[in-house]
């Protein structure tokens, strides 16, 4: 039992590891990607070089972003089938139509007009290159869609039957579009994509906030948070809305789940909501600043509405690290709250004229790229481990899903040797991501160059 415990435990922490790695690079990418077709777009209708030069230049960080996320993604298909053997042939014909279907719909989209997005500038009309813009972008929000799909089916199964019993027990899919919109796909994909949105769009505010500071590239930087600042201010408030309807969807789907997001143990009072606060899972009681009734409130907008607490439910069948939960899900919501006060503040202070001088609200603006970031990433801690102890709800229990050829040894060896590979990769982004910036939007690369004899003659001298 102690070894068995000991290999779960390892494989879920490298598939936490990897995942989350994974997850700093495609928010980037689709909210950079929608930034991207606004600001080309505005060049289209405007004329104005400023938004040529704001489009050409976060391209190149955006296929950045795009080729690191490639490449740290690829790993998590492989540990499905070394670390997730049991998971793998359960949800193999629902996972399997979920990523044919990005395959289809979105890799092909996206990749498809990759191509002339980074190297046609001024080989194509200016339409095509926005047309080509705005597929890649469109490709990357239906790459969300399917994953963001078969993870819902985890959290929510429906449009399906089991097949065979026993080790060979598996799930197939009955109803295709069942599966798709299952009960909390539509919800958890919109708080999915604002999150993105939001990752963009404070990466692109930090960086003309710094080059403000500096007192570089000053025209561009702010046109481009004239742009960036309303843009934040209206999706920081519309996940609020998305979040809303998330706690909702799990208030009906998955009680246990809410019970433990704000520490709820009684199994028929009403539910605080928590500020902040620290749960004893011991003892059963939560320590903190809290609404008397609060969750009650939100949930039926009756104080005293009895919510189901986590004694409702078997022990067995409810997350056992219900601390964790509760941290992960009141940081990010205290980072969601922090995200509309700054995007406001931000947008009140463009307006006025008065934020291109303010050091302190610029330095916080550069520092502010990471708390989205970090949003996103416990959000998913919070969603993922309150699901526990099932890896596909109230179907398939974690502790039975995983591979039992593989040892804690191999797992271990494993987990490192990743962790090793994914600090180079970090570093090698970091790197590479600070040379764009210091290299600035004002500044030509061999992508801007037209293929005349001229110009190739003039690029191979300096070279």
Do not use: C
């Not at 990759?114 to 001024?122: A, C, D, E, P």
């Not at 239906?142 to 199964?157: E, L, R, Y």
């Not at 399906?160 to 598996?170: C, F, Q, T």
């Not at 293929?451 to 300096?462: C, D, F, L, R, V």
């Amino acid at each position: 039992m102690y070894y068995a415990m000991s290999v779960e435990i390892l494989a879920r922490i490298q598939f936490a590891f990897t995942v989350a790695f994974h997850y700093i690079y495609p928010p980037l990418s689709i909210g950079l990607g929608l930034l991207m077709v606004i600001f080309e777009g505005s060049y289209l209708r405007t004329k104005k070089e400023v938004y040529h030069k704001l489009a050409r230049f976060w391209t190149k960080i955006f296929a950045l972003t795009f080729g690191i996320g490639v490449a740290t993604g690829i790993v998590m298909e492989f540990e499905f089938g070394t670390n997730w053997a049991a998971y793998s042939r359960f949800v193999g014909d629902i996972f399997g139509s979920a990523l044919a279907a990005e395959g289809l719909f979105a890799f092909a989209l996206e990749s498809g007009f990759l191509g002339i997005l980074l190297f046609g500038w001024n080989r194509v009309s200016k339409r095509m290159h926005f047309i080509a813009t705005l597929g890649v972008w469109l490709g990357s929000m239906f790459s969300a869609v399917w994953i963001v799909v078969a993870n819902s089916w985890q959290q929510t199964p429906a449009g399906y039957h089991l097949v065979g019993d026993g080790m060979s027990i598996r799930a197939e899919v009955t109803d295709f579009w069942a599966m798709v919109f299952n009960p909390s796909s539509v919800d958890r994909l919109s708080h999915t994509w604002i999150g993105a949105f939001l990752a963009g769009g404070f990466l692109v505010i930090s960086v003309h906030s710094w080059y403000l500071l500096k007192g570089k590239h000053i025209d561009i930087s702010k046109t481009a948070l004239k742009i960036t600042m309303p843009f934040v201010a209206v999706v920081s408030l519309a996940q609020l809305v998305t979040g809303h309807h998330s706690a909702d969807g799990v208030a009906e789907n998955q009680p246990a789940k809410l019970a433990a997001l704000e520490g709820h143990y009684a199994d028929t009072a009403a539910a605080d909501m928590y500020i902040m606060g620290w749960v004893d899972q011991k003892n059963q009681e939560v320590t903190g600043i809290k609404v008397p009734g609060g969750l009650s409130f939100l949930l039926e907008y009756d104080f005293d509405h009895p919510v189901p607490g986590l004694n409702a439910f078997p022990e067995d069948e409810r997350p056992s690290q219900v601390n964790a939960v509760f941290q992960f899900y009141h940081l990010m919501v205290a980072i969601g709250m922090a995200l509309i006060g700054l995007s406001i503040l931000g947008v009140f202070m463009v307006f006025r004229g008065t934020l291109w001088n303010n050091k302190l609200i610029l330095r916080i603006l550069v520092l502010s790229a990471i708390l989205p970031q970090l949003a996103n990433q416990f959000g998913w801690f919070a969603a993922e481990m309150g699901r526990q102890p099932w890896v596909v709800y109230g179907l398939l229990r974690t502790s039975e899903a995983f591979s039992l050829a593989v040892s804690a040894q191999q797992l271990v060896f494993s987990l490192v040797l990743f962790a090793v590979i994914y600090s180079l990769l970090f570093a090698l982004f970091i790197y590479l991501l600070n040379k764009k910036i210091v290299h600035g939007p004002d500044q030509t690369t061999l992508l801007d160059y037209r293929p005349n004899q001229a110009a190739a003659s003039k690029i191979y001298e300096e070279a």
